[in-house]
């Protein structure tokens, strides 16, 4: 079995100050893990994906996400957030198995960020 | 850059209505998903579909539901008698032997 926790529902920031958005994993194998984010009446962007490789993972608008497996953690961070950022978030692990993969979804951090 | 399509956007239908949702996957790609979200809820895997046959399915994904593969382009999820709480967005996504899954834009199913 396979769950993700988002640790906070919602997260404030001012413009052009950091972002974190914090994700755990329970996984009975070693997971794959993701961050999704859905823009207002949008459908769902990939941000950036680990799958056993590096364990910092960049993604796109300078997103970044490490696995830490000691915290069995996957934060994503920005260095400076943006207006265009205001978005939900999902943390999402699945089970590598050949492409065929069943998501778990997080249930999501609301972002707003402060102009 | 290819992309995965939904229609339509938007379905309003009576309870106990058939509907029909339909997706156009990534061309290349195996491997076809349906999730939905509940307003205010978070995502759900409903069922994985692969080489013409479902692979997993969840327990939502009960007897009034249905996928088929009719073409070599669209996958379509059947709602045989919907229900006041199928309500919901309802995701189609694909993805390759690499595994990244690809989500349309979503259709927005209002049940009255």
């Known amino acids: 079995a396979q769950s993700v926790t988002q640790l906070d529902s919602h997260v404030s920031v001012s413009e052009g100050t950091p972002v974190l958005l914090r994700c755990n994993y329970s996984?009975?194998?070693?997971?794959?893990l993701f961050w999704y984010v859905q823009h207002p009446n949008k459908g769902l962007q990939l941000l950036l994906k680990y799958t056993s490789a590096a364990t910092l993972v960049k993604g796109i608008n300078g997103f970044e996400a490490e696995f830490k497996k000691s915290e069995t953690s996957f934060h994503l961070t920005k260095p400076s957030a943006h207006m265009s950022d205001a978005a939900e978030y999902f943390c999402v692990v699945s089970v590598p198995n050949f492409g065929n993969e069943k998501l778990t979804f997080g249930t999501g951090t609301r972002l707003t960020i402060i102009p | 850059e290819p992309e995965v399509t939904q229609t339509p956007s938007h379905q309003v239908t009576q309870m106990g209505q058939e509907v029909i949702l339909r997706c156009v996957p990534i061309?290349?790609?195996?491997?076809f998903y349906w999730y939905r979200q509940i307003l205010g809820q978070k995502v759900e895997f409903l069922v994985s579909f692969y080489n013409n046959e479902i692979s997993e399915k969840s327990e939502i994904f009960d007897d009034q539901f249905s996928v088929e593969r009719p073409d070599g382009s669209n996958f379509t999820l059947k709602i045989r008698s919907t229900k006041l709480e199928d309500s919901a967005m309802y995701f189609c996504?694909?993805?390759?032997?690499?595994?990244?899954?690809?989500f349309g834009p979503g259709t927005r199913l209002t049940v009255l």
């Open positions: 061309s290349n790609h195996l491997y």
């Open positions: 996504a694909s993805s390759g032997l690499a595994g990244e899954q690809f």
């Open positions: 996984s009975s194998y070693s997971p794959s």
